[in-house]
């Protein structure tokens, strides 16, 4: 068994509005092992992002708040941490790339004193060996013209080019920890295959630890070695990436690789979840999934599952995976 690098252990994390509290992240357990990548699937609003901003310790700003739960990095629960340990800790053993690289990048500064500033910020070097590093670092992600591109605005870059700096940005502490929120969405789709395959290559050089936020079911089988699907701020199923895509066990899981259009297959219309996502504020009784659910049955409607164990570290939170299940019962 490969070590944990980080472990999150019944994370909840509520934003506290004057009409109510909501409930984002409503107990998640799960671990990130060293040199693997871990892919965190869901639909907007499951809780995704939320998991990884309250890993990184950037809900500052907003109502929403760690109210209860463990996040260990290398043995600390970090969730006990001061803002100025925090920040000590961004960067250094954690780092992060965002959704959009032209939000994420200061507009007004050139792209070399951005990476340079995080350097010095994290290590004790002179502000030569710092550009040095810069350049080593922006070579690293196969971006072109590395010297002149040191002095450009993020303006001046293309979409592809910003991201690679983003992550050139995120890995210059050699973190070991990186979270990557859905890095490839605003980029067309040969872009993003270099992107994933960069990623895959520096996890390979650096040994860094991946957590990877995405939608994309395509891009979890290209990259991920372990998956947690989320749904409603909960994990809804959990295993490897081949026990995810072979051996699906939860319904909402199934409903999301249906409702991947299949090439060479023709239909009138594409395969969709039926329903909407719950107001958070106002969850169903038992199973948050039941409204949406084809195999519901009246304990559904009453008592929320807890995790069935499928073996291999695979489970699902679903009461057909439970023994005793029948198909009648859902009928």
Not at 55 to 65: K, Q, S, V
Not at 313 to 331: D, I, L, M, V
């Amino acid at each position: 068994m490969a070590e944990n690098v980080l472990e999150v252990r019944n994370l909840h994390t509520y934003f506290f509005a004057d009409n109510g509290t909501v409930p984002a992240v409503d107990g998640v357990d799960f671990e990130l092992q060293k040199g693997h990548t871990l892919g965190i699937v869901g639909e907007s609003g499951s809780g995704k992002s939320v998991t990884s901003l309250s890993i990184i310790g950037l809900l500052m700003g907003t109502t929403g708040r760690v109210t209860d739960g463990e996040i260990i990095l290398d043995g600390e629960d970090i969730t006990k941490y001061s803002e100025k340990q925090r920040r000590k800790l961004r960067g250094s053993k954690i780092s992060m790339i965002f959704q959009e690289p032209m939000t994420s990048l200061n507009p007004v500064m050139k792209i070399g004193k951005q990476i340079r500033e995080k350097i010095l910020q994290h290590e004790k070097i002179s502000k030569k060996e710092a550009d040095e590093e810069v350049i080593k670092l922006l070579k690293m992600t196969g971006l072109p013209r590395v010297e002149r591109m040191v002095n450009e605005y993020p303006f001046q870059l293309s979409g592809g080019q910003r991201q690679r700096v983003m992550i050139a940005l995120a890995l210059a502490c050699k973190p070991e920890i990186l979270i990557a929120d859905e890095p490839t969405t605003a980029l067309d789709v040969t872009i993003q295959a270099q992107i994933l395959d960069l990623m895959n290559t520096l996890k390979e050089e650096t040994g860094t630890s991946i957590l990877f936020i995405t939608h994309d079911l395509g891009v979890v089988a290209e990259t991920c070695d372990d998956v947690v699907v989320m749904y409603c701020g909960r994990i809804v199923e959990k295993g490897t990436v081949f026990d995810i895509f072979k051996n699906t066990a939860h319904p909402y899981t199934e409903g999301l690789f249906n409702s991947i259009p299949k090439i060479g297959v023709r239909a009138e219309e594409l395969d969709v979840i039926p329903g909407n996502v719950p107001n958070p504020k106002y969850m169903p009784k038992g199973c948050k999934f039941s409204d949406r659910c084809k195999y519901c049955f009246d304990r559904c409607l009453e008592e929320e599952p807890g995790f069935a164990d499928l073996g291999n570290g695979h489970f699902s939170r679903c009461w057909k995976n439970f023994p005793g299940y029948t198909e009648q019962e859902a009928e």
